[in-house]
C-alpha cells in the first residue's frame, strides 16, 4: 500500500470527521504517527474527534493542545489490533529484527541490528530482511552519506506499540546487545 500525500491525507480525513479542511501541523502529526498509511490516519483521526481532542472552531482543523502536551498518547484498539495482526504476519527474524529496532537510536544501521541479533546471521540475510520491512512499510531508509544505508521506523505506532508488548527483561536485554553492538562499532568500526 502506498503512502498518502498530504493533500490526499487533507481530504480523507477532513470527509472522515467531516470538516472542511486539517491544519498542516495536524496533518504532519498523522503522517508521523502513521507513515501516511490512510487507513491507520483515518481511524487516528476518527478516534481523537469522538474523543473530543480536535479544535473545529478555526478555519482548519486542529488538535486540541492537551494532545500536542501529552508525551504519548494512547493508540486506539482498532489500530492496535491492526499494527500487531501485521508484525504477528512476519516471519520470526523479521520480527527479532523490528524489535531490535525498536530499542536503536534512530536512525540505525543493519550493522548495529547484526550485531545485536542473537544468532549468527549473515549481511546478506539481514540486509534481504531489512528490503523486506522497507518494502512493507515497517521501515524507510533516511537519506545518508557515502556508505551504509540508515533506517527508521516507517511510523512511529509500529515503533510504539511493538514496545509497550515487550516485557522489561526483553528490553534489557535486547538494550544490553545493542549497547555492546555500538561499543564494538565504536571501538572497530
Request: charged share 25%; glycine share 4%; net charge negative.
Amino acid at each position: 500500500m502506498e503512502g498518502f500525500s498530504s493533500v490526499q491525507i487533507n481530504k480523507l480525513v477532513s470527509q472522515s470527521i467531516r470538516v472542511d479542511e486539517i491544519a498542516s501541523d495536524f496533518i504532519e502529526f498523522l503522517q508521523e504517527k502513521t507513515g501516511d498509511h490512510p487507513q491507520l490516519c483515518k481511524e487516528l483521526a476518527i478516534n481523537l474527534s469522538e474523543k473530543g481532542l480536535i479544535n473545529e472552531s478555526s478555519s482548519k482543523a486542529n488538535l486540541n493542545p492537551m494532545v500536542w502536551a501529552a508525551d504519548h498518547y494512547e493508540v486506539p484498539i482498532e489500530i492496535h489490533k491492526s499494527v500487531i495482526g501485521r508484525i504477528d504476519q512476519l516471519p520470526v527474524p523479521q520480527q527479532v529484527i523490528l524489535k531490535i529496532a525498536t530499542l536503536a537510536e534512530e536512525p540505525f544501521t543493519a550493522d548495529i541490528i547484526r550485531k545485536a541479533y542473537p544468532i549468527n546471521l549473515d549481511d546478506g540475510s539481514i540486509a534481504r530482511h531489512m528490503d523486506d520491512l522497507e518494502r512493507m512499510r515497517f521501515l524507510r531508509h533516511t537519506p545518508s552519506g557515502p556508505g551504509e544505508r540508515l533506517y527508521k521506523f516507517d511510523n512511529t505506532i509500529t515503533r510504539d506499540e511493538l514496545k509497550s508488548l515487550m516485557p522489561v527483561k526483553k528490553i534489557n536485554e535486547i538494550q544490553s546487545l545493542i549497547t555492546m553492538a555500538s561499543g564494538f562499532l565504536f571501538h572497530h568500526g
